[in-house]
């Protein structure tokens, strides 16, 4: 039994190594591969680490002031086999500084001094910093004394900046209302396969960063409530009795318990009655921070049972204007999506204890929070909720590289945002939906820009980069799931996800992952999708009678191996449908034929591609003569 199971491991290894081979590789992924940081099955390498921060951060918040200011103590841990010279910060709200480089126009009311120094320690040693020449989103730091591997190092950080009104991801809401986002300097991740991320953040691709341990104290005067990644430490220390009260009642509670009301908020008792409380937030394993807070937001509040086998529950939570009425159903969309990503797609129970949803503006996903708009429509309202929730498990449950390779988040929110939806509103309406919304901006516009290859990193793209990421990446998705079947499929994503929760992972971990959760070389799959120029167009070339049945021979165009249907109708009226998985392009992605058996006379027959848009539906059809 060994000796099988050990050949067996071997020989499965030996073949995806071959398959990895298989699809084009960069020279530095190439190099990680040679160092056994990751491995040809998809898991990480023997070799892998990544690096990890201890952060301690406090900041002060006095609106209608829009000044924040902060102080920060980081342990950074060096898990790399390299001795660090220096350090890489992020400063991203830099973005706003008027010599900041972006890629989208900006206007006067989004521009701002950035983030300002105003001390920088590095164990203990204070660090000249020009803030006028440390202007970029990026800013290297010299160590005196080199960081050896699996060494720490501590930096100790004062900084103040303004919160500008113009919107975006982070900001004034109203004029006591304010969400932070992005708010403090940060070490920048430094990996096994890139060193430094040394990316500028240009106000259009996302984020990147380390799995940190983080202790937040926010400090606001009385009457206002803060919302935050994180779990509050101290409830019963900055809310009066009554509402420690209902906010406890609401971690056992299906139905919302409202523990803010607009009668409530105008006594103004709902908080500690201290001129100053600081509000205390611990999270662990995390990549990131947010809060939002508000003197005049409702606050609504439930939980969902998100693990069946521990009878788990997540806390789901939301902030807003009493006036908007999208946001009164947001405790129960929010229920609905938690507790369906955790029993269906993708079928792993919600790993936070909480989800707050914060009235801003940005439609933007942070860990245990979404900052979402007033919508007027509830349907579309849920869908955007429903999509930014589905971002928990991609990039935050695993660490995705989202400014190098943004389809490796956005493509599976919008992935999930189609499966939920169908149950939400029905599957007509629901690919309808994402036909319009994802599909059909990118399939009737022929730019060469739009029919680039996923794989081409999202930093070196600007135009096609949406597309990339969102509607082609989520086909890809869904056509590998048609592929291969739900249950298999599934079988697969989990591998992928169980390898890289907590960690890294970057394409060639997808694909090997895949590959070898589902026990099939899939790179021909991966290749056609990824790695081409192609896009969904199908032409239905001739329909001929056999002595079994009819022969369909059809082109694939566009050269996207998608699933489609063949759709008959016979002599005597009645209707048939075929269905084609992505399968039937293994071994020919240029032109198929298709046999069909059938006893009765085919009157006409039609490309049926559903949600796979198909870019000229002048020659999908056929009709007798």
Do not use: C
């Amino acid at each position: 039994m060994l000796k099988t199971a050990t050949l067996s491991a071997l020989l499965v290894f030996a073949l995806l190594q071959a398959n990895a081979q298989d699809l084009y590789m960069p020279r530095d992924i190439k190099r990680a591969y040679k160092k056994e940081t990751r491995s040809p099955d998809g898991r990480p390498g023997k070799n892998y680490w990544q690096n990890f921060g201890r952060y301690n951060i406090t900041i002060t918040v006095t609106p209608p002031s829009h000044e924040i200011t902060g102080t920060e103590q980081i342990t950074y841990v060096n898990n790399s086999p390299d001795t660090l010279r220096r350090l890489s910060m992020k400063l991203i709200l830099n973005i706003h500084r008027p010599t900041a480089a972006r890629f989208p126009g900006t206007r006067a009311d989004y521009i701002s001094d950035g983030i300002q120094i105003d001390t920088f320690k590095v164990n203990g040693e204070k660090k000249n910093w020009n803030n006028k020449t440390a202007a970029a989103t990026n800013q290297a730091i010299g160590l005196t004394k080199p960081l050896l591997p699996k060494d720490s190092v501590k930096l100790d950080i004062t900084w103040h900046y303004q919160l500008v009104t113009g919107q975006g991801r982070e900001g004034v809401i109203d004029s006591t209302s304010f969400y932070l986002a992005y708010f403090y300097p940060r070490v920048s991740v430094y990996d096994d396969y890139n060193g430094w991320d040394r990316l500028d953040f240009m106000d259009f691709l996302e984020f990147y960063n380390d799995f940190n341990d983080y202790t937040l104290n926010v400090k606001v005067p009385k009457n206002f409530i803060v919302w935050a990644t994180g779990t509050l430490q101290n409830p019963t220390q900055v809310l009066q009795p009554e509402y420690a009260g209902r906010l406890q009642k609401s971690m056992t509670s299906d139905s919302t318990i409202h523990i803010a009301t607009p009668e409530d908020l105008a006594k103004k008792s709902i908080t500690a009655q201290n001129e100053m409380n600081t509000w205390t937030w611990k999270a662990g394993d995390i990549s990131d921070m947010a809060v939002g807070i508000s003197d005049h937001y409702d606050w609504d509040a439930a939980s969902v049972v998100v693990d069946d086998a521990t009878g788990r529950r997540s806390s789901m939570q939301a902030a807003f204007p009493d006036k908007s009425a999208d946001f009164h159903h947001s405790v129960q969309f929010g229920r609905n999506a938690l507790g369906w990503f955790s029993h269906n797609w993708p079928g792993v129970p919600y790993p936070f204890p909480k989800m707050t949803a914060f009235e801003g503006f940005a439609d933007m996903e942070y860990p245990m929070m979404v900052n979402d708009s007033h919508q007027g429509d509830l349907k579309f309202a849920q869908l955007v909720q429903d999509h930014e929730i589905a971002h928990t498990y991609f990039p935050f449950y695993m660490g995705i590289n989202e400014s190098r390779y943004g389809f490796m988040d956005e493509g599976w929110a919008t992935t999930y945002e189609l499966l939920i939806g169908r149950t939400e509103m029905g599957t007509k309406a629901a690919e309808e939906a994402y036909k319009q919304f994802r599909i059909n901006g990118w399939i009737h516009d022929p730019s060469t820009s739009e029919d680039l290859p996923i794989i081409i990193p999202s930093s070196e793209l600007h135009y096609a980069n949406g597309n990339n990421e969102y509607g082609k990446a989520s086909l890809s998705y869904l056509a590998l799931k048609d592929l291969i079947g739900d249950e298999l499929f599934k079988k697969a994503l989990h591998n992928y996800m169980n390898n890289w929760h907590g960690k890294h992972p970057i394409p060639w971990d997808y694909f090997n992952s895949m590959s070898s959760g589902s026990g099939k070389n899939l790179n021909w799959f991966f290749n056609n999708w990824f790695f081409t120029n192609g896009y969904d167009d199908l032409a239905l070339q001739s329909v001929t009678k056999t002595a079994g049945g009819y022969k369909v021979d059809i082109q694939n165009i566009g050269g996207f191996a998608i699933p489609f249907d063949i759709k008959v109708t016979y002599a005597d009226g009645s209707n048939a449908s075929f269905h084609q998985t992505p399968a039937v392009w293994e071994k020919n992605q240029k032109e198929i034929t298709v046999t069909i058996k059938a006893g009765k006379s085919i009157k006409s027959a039609e490309l049926d591609n559903g949600i796979y848009m198909d870019a000229d539906l002048s020659n999908n059809k056929w009709t007798s003569k």
